[in-house]
């Protein structure tokens, strides 16, 4: 089992950026395929970015693309990122970290599902300004 903590929200100005941080205890992220969501006020939870289990492929949300950047360090790998850039109004709500454990043969998939994930941090909030 692992366990998840988000770091990094807070409150940005439009055009800035943030780093969002997810940190594992409990085991390494190396069985796990990796996730971004986050829930506005009165909408559902939505999918930001994903990173596979292995080979670090990566997929991201269409209104993220070119400004998120998810990554894994490499050393350890007990520390999941969300670089995010550009950031604009409608970028601010909560956001969760995810993990997804994953057999070796289904290590290049990247869930793009709530609840095909098995863990949840508690989330961080990101509020961006005018």
């Known amino acids: 089992q692992v366990q998840l903590v988000e770091s990094g929200g807070g409150l940005v100005q439009a055009g800035g950026s943030l780093r969002l941080s997810c940190a594992a205890s409990?085991?390494?992220?190396?069985?796990?395929?990796m996730g971004w969501f986050r829930q506005a006020p009165g909408k559902e939870r939505e999918f930001v970015a994903g990173?596979?289990?292995?080979?670090?492929?990566?997929?991201y949300a269409d209104s993220v693309k070119g400004r998120f950047t998810i990554s894994r360090d490499s050393a350890e790998n007990t520390v999941v990122f969300l670089q995010m850039n550009s950031l604009k109004l409608e970028d601010t709500a909560v956001y969760y970290c995810?993990?997804?454990?994953?057999?070796?043969?289904?290590?290049?998939?990247?869930?793009?599902?709530?609840?095909?994930?098995?863990?949840w941090g508690q989330g961080t909030q990101v509020t961006v300004s005018s």
């Open positions: 995810a993990a997804k454990e994953l057999s070796y043969w289904s290590r290049t998939y990247i869930p793009l599902l709530s609840r095909e994930y098995d863990y």
């Open positions: 409990g085991r390494s992220f190396s069985y796990y395929a």
């Open positions: 990173i596979s289990r292995s080979d670090d492929r990566t997929t």
